[in-house]
């Protein structure tokens, strides 16, 4: 059975082009270079590391719109840290939902969670969490995240992640 707890520690959106988006042989700032768990790549930059999971991405878009200088899926690498300031790289990255973003900063810091931890039901029933994370998936395995988008109707092929499947991951508009 899947399950959300809190954890002790700190965790590190877009479109369809996203889904080829960590290619290796990527080169420039926005190189590959690993990622954190299975499945995530890194862009590195001068200020700021920016770390992409696939897997996790639902294609909310919150990192094109918000900053698409930096984001752009019509681009190899679709991400370039040194397009921006770091500080204002984190905050949209802090509005992917799903945690398919994360980021490290130069200076070694990273995305502190929020707390006390919120669980907010979005109109479609999809489930917005953000704070001390540690999320474990059917297949066991854990992931601590500050944020994550969870299945709220209980049809998922992901779960306990809402894959957009089932009733709460309509995307409306």
Known sequence: MAAVSRAGTEGAGGTEGMRDAGRAGESGSGRAAGGRGSGARAYRGDGITVSFDARLCRHAAECVHGLPAVFDTARRPWIMPDAAEPGVIAEVVRR??????????????????????????????????RGELRVTDASGEVRE?????????????????CDRSGECGVHKG
């Open 96 to 129: 992917c939902p799903t945690g398919a973003l994360a980021y490290r900063l130069a200076d070694g810091g990273a995305e502190l969670p929020e707390r006390p931890t919120a669980v907010r039901r979005a109109a479609d029933g999809r489930l917005l969490v």
């Open 145 to 161: 995240t500050p944020r994550a988008m969870l299945c709220g109707c209980g049809r998922s092929a992901e779960p306990p992640y």
